[in-house]
Structures are given as C-alpha cells and as structure tokens.
C-alpha cells in the first residue's frame, strides 16, 4: 500500500510539473471595417489555449492605448475576446503597422503605457501597405507562447 501512495504521488507531481511546464499559447489578431462615415476600424481579439491574465498594449498609426485602471485582461480557453479597437482614416498607399504587447501586470499610469516597465509576456507585430481604394485589409492571426 505504502509503495502505491508513493508511486500515485510521483505520478501527481510529474503531472502537475508537466502543466507548469507548457506556457499558454496566446493568439492576437486584428479585424479590420470600415465605418459609415468611411474611417477604418481595427478591433484587436485575443485568444489562448489555457487560462491567461495579462494587460495589453495596443500601438498604431497616431495612438496608443492599454489595459488601465488596475485590471488584467482575463483569458478562458477557446473564448476569443476582443479587447480594444480604433477608428481613423486610412489612405491608398498607408503603411500601416500594429505592435501588440502582453505584459505581466496592468498598466499603472499614462507613462507607463508609453514606457511599458514589467515583464513582456508576448509581442505581436502586424503591418501591411493600403492598396487602392483602401479597402478592409487582412491581418493574420499570430499565435505566440507566454514566457
């Protein structure tokens, strides 16, 4: 009896071991619409694997904006969520360019979401050149793990 309890234990911690092991993989990508009054919007989703917190901080063309206030972004397996969108106007021939940065613990202040401090969980990149017409672009999907 005492040598099965043992061996139940040491197959427990190697499990629980093995769980901590694998980072959650985190997905980020951006969709993107054009509104009535012809301004663009880009609504970035996120997704991941495992539960995940993390703030975000979301920077493009003329803005930068960021999980405040204290709050983690709260990440439940297969439940895409979308966390921050912007709407400004997009010409043929913009070089568009998105930089989606995860990090560790919420954003405390208006100087910290331009001068992130903290441990950077994932960062995502997404840029691509406005074609005529400026149309909707795609943005692909992006799948990282969280260090």
Not at 39 to 59: G, I, Q, T
Not at 63 to 83: H, N, R, W, Y
Not at 128 to 144: L, N
Request: aromatic share 6%.
């Amino acid at each position: 009896m005492r040598s099965a309890l043992i061996v139940l234990c040491a197959l427990m911690l190697d499990a629980s071991l093995l769980g901590r092991a694998r980072a959650a993989e985190v997905c980020a990508w951006i969709v993107e619409s054009v509104e009535n009054d012809g301004a663009h919007k880009f609504e970035l989703n996120l997704s991941a694997d495992a539960p995940a917190s993390a703030a975000v901080r979301f920077h493009g063309p003329g803005f930068t904006s960021a999980s405040m206030g204290g709050d983690m972004i709260q990440l439940d397996p297969g439940e895409p969520k979308p966390v921050d969108d912007e709407g400004f106007d997009v010409s043929p021939g913009d070089d568009l360019r998105f930089d989606v940065q995860l990090y560790d613990h919420p954003m405390a202040s208006l100087d910290e979401m331009h001068d992130p401090t903290g441990k950077l969980l994932a960062g995502f990149v997404f840029q691509r050149k406005v074609g005529d017409g400026a149309r909707p672009g795609a943005f692909a999907k992006q799948c990282k793990p969280l260090s």
